[in-house]
């Protein structure tokens, strides 16, 4: 069976059975702080486990389902293994009051074991502890649903589930293993952890269930590891006819299976997370990308003389297979090689630190000093030193960053203002081009348009607003067209610090962010009184609107209900 056979089988057997298939989240989650990345499929689904959102009135069923892109880095340095993986799309039946323990588990069941075909090994369910009791019920259930089901009673680390980030639904679970491996993990949302890690019930129990496709493949299709499954082997195999038409490889064996996992997975990663508008950056979640694109560099530049050529190859291959998303995936490659570009030469450089470090210890100073000069990621640097038998003092190099990270918090929260990455020039530009596009956006559709995010960067702008509606073309064009005449006019960008009502007064749009003595600062575009654009905004701006040259709308496609994003670009 195919992965994409097992998919379509998910997805179906539980629209069957009164679900609502629900796309992907991006990897980037919107308007949850608390997480990097999306990590779990529930995690779109918060608002609707706590009551705070209507699944009946947003998806006209209490019972969803999804297949959820995911990235998760905490296991990232035992990549290369036969397991260990970035990236993965978990399967996922959910139901926010529509059904509980029963129901979820007779599905379960019938799913792996029907469906699948596959025979389950055994399963657990959560023993109790001194602050929940033990899942008898769950443990009946099974009994209830095959009598020769071996049950097995594990604690809180194994059969309690969450919660993502500092506080949200999490609850007991019970998971189904297979040839010794955890393949389905079913959660009972019944509680709600607070930040201070007090427990409230829920009013209503939910259901969050989750299920590695990845491993699920592995299991159905019998193969000893994830990277022989047909998410993997493709990318395996596109390195190996690669290194077979170079015609030279420069290790052999486990070190260069090794390389090729990592590669295949980390570039996997990449296309997806380039997919969901990240590009590599020194902040938080680029920094993520920027070290999973170097690593990647790295061991293709350990196994092949043209690394840059076998990373093409494969990130060429990932845009294949995941053929629906090909739209979506255009221009990763471009990415990924601005940034290959970028490290070259100081990974050379800083290989060459190596050489002259005369203890078989690689200090958490000269660690940080390979990060801060040289570009190397610390989990370069234990790659390399683990070519030399050398180790590396991590906990050193943590401090280290830690006293760095402190005194550039000051810069960089200056830095990250009005959604900007850097104030380079392009950035600027993009800022200016940003409150156009917003107040074009409440021109052509409607005073409801606000804006709910923003990321800029010197290669392109991205909006995020409230809006109900896919827009049709002729709303794009328009837009465009009115963007495009504001430059056109040449108009005069500048600001005022005014009191906070006489710029609500007049009219002032956006996020109200910065307070200048008691005065707010305003943007406005155009002359006073006749002007496009007044938003409050801490700045920087161009001078004047014709500096921006031409607009234009590259793709607007959904966030999650109501909330539309627009990438553009300034030619
Ligand atoms: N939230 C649970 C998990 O991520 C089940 O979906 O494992």
């Known amino acids: 069976m195919t992965s994409d056979e097992i998919r379509k089988k998910f997805l179906a057997f539980f629209e069957k059975r009164g679900h609502a298939i629900i796309p992907s989240a991006s990897l980037i989650p919107e308007g949850d702080s608390s997480v990097l990345f999306t990590t779990a499929g529930m995690q779109q689904f918060k608002p609707y486990y706590i009551g705070k959102k209507d699944a009946m009135a947003d998806f006209g069923s209490k019972n969803v389902c999804s297949i959820q892109k995911c990235v998760r880095t905490s296991d990232i340095d035992e990549v290369g293994d036969e397991s260990h993986l970035t990236f993965f799309e978990m399967l996922g039946n959910f139901s ?20 699948m075909g596959l025979a389950i090994d055994y399963v657990s369910v ?17 009994k209830r649903v095959d009598s020769n089901i071996e049950v097995r009673k594990f604690g809180r680390e194994d059969n309690f589930w969450g919660p993502t980030g500092d506080e949200g639904p999490c609850g007991p679970t019970t998971e189904i293993y297979i040839d010794g491996i955890e393949i389905w993990n079913i959660v009972f949302n019944e509680y709600y952890q607070k930040k201070d890690k007090t427990f409230e019930k829920l009013p209503t129990p939910g259901v969050d269930t989750g299920m590695g496709l990845e491993r699920l493949a592995k299991t159905i299709q019998k193969v ?28 052999h064996g486990d070190p260069a299976l090794h390389s090729k996992r990592i590669i295949a997975d980390h570039m996997r990663t990449s296309v997806f997370l380039i997919a969901d508008g990240l590009v590599p950056s020194p902040d938080e979640r680029g920094y993520v990308l920027r070290k999973l694109i170097r690593r990647a560099y790295f061991h293709a530049n350990r196994i092949v003389e043209s690394p840059g050529m076998l990373l093409g190859q494969v990130c060429k291959k990932i845009v294949d297979i995941y053929g629906d998303d090909s739209r979506r995936l255009d221009g990763t490659w471009e990415i990924v090689n601005e940034e290959i570009e970028k490290f070259k030469s100081s990974l050379k450089r800083g290989e060459n630190q190596f050489d002259k470090i005369s203890s078989n210890i690689v200090s958490g100073k000269k660690a940080f000093d390979l990060l801060q000069n040289f570009g190397l990621p610390l989990e370069i640097t234990k790659d390399i030193a683990s070519e030399k038998n050398m180790s590396v003092d991590v906990a050193g190099f943590e401090e280290e960053f830690k006293k760095h990270q402190e005194l550039s918090r000051a810069g960089a929260e ?45 290669e392109r702008l991205r909006f995020d607003f409230s809006h109900g509606a896919k827009m049709t073309d002729e709303e794009i064009k328009k837009t465009e067209e009115l963007v495009n005449a504001k430059i056109a006019e040449a108009l005069p960008v500048s600001y005022e610090d005014i009191p906070l009502d006489e710029a609500k007064k007049r009219g002032a749009i956006g996020l109200f962010e910065e307070k200048y003595g008691d005065k707010v600062r305003v943007y406005q575009i155009g002359e006073r009184d006749s002007q496009f654009s007044l938003e409050f905004c801490g700045g920087p701006h161009v001078k004047n609107t014709a500096e921006l040259g031409r607009f234009r709308i590259v793709k607007e496609e959904a966030v999650s209900a109501g909330v539309r994003r627009i990438k553009a670009i300034l030619e």
């Not at 926010?96 to 469906?115: D, Q, R």
């Not at 959560?126 to 099974?142: K, R």
């Not at 959604?419 to 940003?434: F, I, N, P, Q, R």
């Open 224 to 251: 000893a590891t994830v990277f022989d499954t047909d998410l993997y082997s493709p990318l395996i195999e596109s390195c190996d006819v690669y290194i077979r038409r170079a015609g030279r490889e420069r290790v």
């Open 414 to 458: 200056k830095k990250f203002r009005g959604g900007l990455l850097d104030h380079s020039e392009m950035s600027v530009k993009y800022h200016t081009a940003t409150h156009l596009l917003h107040q074009a956006l409440r021109d052509v559709l409607g005073g409801h348009v606000l804006q709910k995010g923003s990321n800029i960067t010197p």
């Open 126 to 142: 959560f023993g109790g502890d001194d602050m929940v009791s033990a899942d008898n019920e769950s443990e009946e259930i099974w």
């Open 96 to 115: 926010f009051g529509g059904y509980f323990k029963e129901e979820a588990i007779l599905f379960a069941h019938e799913f792996i074991t029907k469906e």
